[in-house]
Each structure stands twice: as C-alpha cells, then as structure tokens.
C-alpha cells in the first residue's frame, strides 16, 4: 500500500509563492512516477506536474515557468514549488502515484492519491 500525505497549503496574495509537500510511505519506493493534480471549485481535477523516479518532469502549459516539481528520493517526498501564483491557481491540491501511468497527466493512470491540501489565491 502507499500512503501519501499533502502539506503546505494555505493563502496567499497574487503573486506570492508557496510550496507543498507530500510525504510518502509504503510502498512508495516502488512507485515510478509522482504527480500533483488539483481541483478548482466546481470544475474537474487536472494534471498540474510530474516526475519519473529518474528526475524527468513534465507540466501543464498553464503553469510552465510558475511551479517547479522535485523530489528527495531518500526522504520519499515530493514537492510543488509554486511562484506567481494567480488567483485561478485556486484549487484543492493532491499528491498521486503510480507505477507505470500510461498518462503521465491523467487522473485515471494514478491509483494512490492522497487526501489534498487547500490553496487560496487571494486577489
């Protein structure tokens, strides 16, 4: 099983940053590729960010060059450093895994999620 748990969350001003983490446990050395996705108000979740275990990454075009993706392999945890946010970056934001998702920025290819963390952009 893999466990995973969100931090880091909370409000902040446009234009300001914020960083999350997700500490994970478990199974979670066996996992291949990590992903943050979120969920504004009303609308469906979305892929925001991924990482392979090996360091290759990949973002949605909507956050190019705002959030940075990383990991610490040897504490198991991932990150979301998230810059210039803006107040549609309002959203619940989640932590996922998965070993082989044949979509890197699909919900579905990701079975462990973790219970998320708010992030409020305040204009």
């Known amino acids: 099983q893999v466990q995973l748990v969100e931090s880091g969350g909370g409000t902040v001003q446009t234009g300001g940053s914020l960083r999350l983490s997700c500490a994970a446990s478990?199974?979670?050395?066996?996992?291949?590729?990590m992903a943050w996705f979120r969920q504004p108000p009303g609308k469906e979740r979305e892929g925001v960010a991924v990482?392979?275990?090996?360091?290759?990454?990949r973002y949605a075009d909507f956050v190019k060059g705002r959030f940075t993706i990383s990991q610490d392999n040897a504490k198991n945890t991932l990150y979301l450093q998230m810059n210039s946010l803006k107040p549609e970056d309002t959203a619940m934001y989640y932590c996922?895994?998965?070993?082989?998702?044949?979509?890197?920025?699909?919900?579905?290819?990701?079975?462990?999620w973790g219970q998320g963390t708010q992030v409020t952009v305040s204009s």
């Open positions: 996922a895994a998965a070993f082989n998702p044949p979509w890197l920025l699909y919900q579905q290819s990701y079975p462990y």
């Open positions: 478990g199974y979670a050395s066996s996992t291949n590729y």
């Open positions: 990482i392979g275990r090996g360091g290759s990454t």
